[in-house]
T-cell receptor, first 116, second 111 residues
Framework: GAGVSQSPSNKVTEKGKDVELRCDPISGHTALYWYRQSLGQGLEFLIYFQGNSAPDKSGLPSDRFSAERTGGSVSTLTIQRTQQEDSAVYLC??????????????FGEGSRLTVL | EDKVVQSPLSLVVHEGDTVTLNCSYEVTNFRSLLWYKQEKKAPTFLFMLTSSGIEKKSGRLSSILDKKELFSILNITATQTGDSAVYLCAVEHLDDYKLSFGAGTTVTVRA
């Protein structure tokens, strides 16, 4: 697609429920990132996918968080047994292949998650 | 632990004013520093700086990096209401691909 697409744009859920957030990166972009942005905070790295390599999951805050990337394209971030502190905007970004493209990420509009 | 600190946290100016945003960092294996503008949701890329002392310029925006003193500044001249946004600074490492972001500076430009 023309840009990084994320869905849903807004999600309100009850504490303890599971949620899935979807990211469709720009076609041809091999790198995909998930970040979390809490109110008034900077972006917190969650997970990184690059091609067929094992993902870097070092930023996931707990084992309730997991992510997949199927076929090197669409990614799903799953949060199990949601807690109120999970409320945030979850941003997905992708990057073109090649060393020259390092740094410049293309972000989606984000999924705003509210856990009641 | 890596640190990226932006200042001020927020500022309010009037159209036509010049603003200077600061970003200082402490990271291992520095590769580049990036500036993003976040108006509503999706941050958009402004600049990437890798070399010290070389100014990057795009219209009324410019940025420079000081690798010795570990900081960067972003200048916006002749501000317009459309410059109102959160400006994010991020640092990229040599040996990985994660960007460490600062908390951002919220700029409000009043007509």
């Amino acid at each position: 697609g023309a840009g990084v697409s994320q869905s849903p744009s807004n999600k309100v859920t009850e504490k303890g429920k599971d949620v899935e957030l979807r990211c469709d990166p720009i076609s041809g972009h091999t790198a995909l990132y998930w970040y979390r942005q809490s109110l008034g905070q900077g972006l917190e790295f969650l997970i990184y996918f690059q091609g067929n390599s094992a993902p870097d999951k070092s930023g996931l805050p707990s084992d309730r968080f997991s992510a997949e990337r199927t076929g090197g394209s669409v990614s799903t971030l799953t949060i199990q047994r949601t807690q109120q502190e999970d409320s945030a905007v979850y941003l997905c970004a992708s990057r073109r292949p090649g060393q020259g493209a390092r740094g410049e990420l293309f972000f989606g509009e984000g999924s705003r998650l509210t856990v009641l | 632990e890596d640190k990226v600190v932006q200042s001020p946290l927020s500022l309010v100016v009037h159209e036509g004013d010049t603003v200077t945003l600061n970003c200082s960092y402490e990271v291992t294996n520095f590769r580049s520093l990036l500036w993003y503008k976040q108006e509503k949701k999706a941050p958009t890329f402004l600049f990437m700086l890798t070399s010290s002392g070389i100014e990057k310029k795009s219209g009324r925006l410019s940025s420079i990096l000081d690798k010795k003193e570990l900081f960067s500044i972003l200048n916006i001249t002749a501000t317009q209401t459309g410059d109102s946004a959160v400006y994010l600074c991020a640092v990229e490492h040599l040996d990985d691909y994660k960007l460490s972001f600062g908390a951002g500076t919220t700029v409000t430009v009043r007509a």
